[in-house]
């Protein structure tokens, strides 16, 4: 079974894409077919520190979010860039760099649940090892779904519960384990 893991900090700027295509090239470099997502659908980077300019861009996430295409055909092999000896290899799933798309997403949001099926269908379709997803910052409803296929009334517990409130730690705790194994 592949591993899904997501790269997230509360705030931007903190080194959550560079950790992920070191984290990436590390793994294909040890013969794992490794998948990167870039789901800062809002501030797209990723695909630089894997050496694509902006017009090399020409398939992306948004294709599948929101024009009906197969997420798997947004997938670039980008092992090529990475120079080296690399044994297995490292498929990027860039967000467009198009400001039209990236305005619709401020505007519109997107539709989280679609994204985490999406996350499945690449592990099977494209046989990963690993995926990693690069996230946008903060905590808002689309990311707590990527992190941990919750919508945000579905939190009905949390830390503050045993803080403040002198419930015991364990009954704040929710398994997000089924959300991922067989996403809804
Ligand atoms: N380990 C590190 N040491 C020093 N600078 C780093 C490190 N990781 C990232 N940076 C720098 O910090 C900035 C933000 O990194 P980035 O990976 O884009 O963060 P994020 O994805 O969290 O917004 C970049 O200028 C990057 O070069
Ligand atoms: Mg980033």
């Known amino acids: 079974m592949a591993n899904i893991i ?81 044994k ?14 990236i305005t619709r997403v401020l505007r519109e949001g997107y539709n989280a649940r679609k994204l985490t099926q999406g996350l499945s269908d690449l592990v099977e379709k494209l046989a990963l090892d690993v995926l990693l997803i690069d996230t946008h910052p903060g905590l808002n409803e689309e990311t707590l779904h990527i992190l941990f296929g919750l919508e945000g009334d579905e939190i009905t517990t949390s830390l503050n519960d045993y803080l403040w409130h002198g419930r015991d730690i364990r009954e704040a705790a929710l398994d997000v384990t089924p959300n991922y194994i067989s996403p809804a």
């Open 88 to 101: 297995g290899q490292i498929f990027l799933i860039p967000s467009s760099i198009k400001p039209g798309e």
């Open 6 to 86: 997501s790269i997230h900090s509360f705030r931007g700027g903190t080194g959550k894409s560079n950790t992920t295509a070191n984290v990436a090239t590390l793994l294909a470099a040890q013969g794992r077919r490794v998948g990167v997502i870039d789901t800062d659908i809002q501030s797209p980077g990723i695909h630089i520190l894997f050496g694509l300019e902006g017009e090399e861009i020409t398939t992306s996430l948004n294709d599948y979010l929101w024009h009906g295409r197969e997420i798997e055909e947004a997938a670039l092999d980008v092992t090529p860039n990475l120079g080296g000896e690399i």
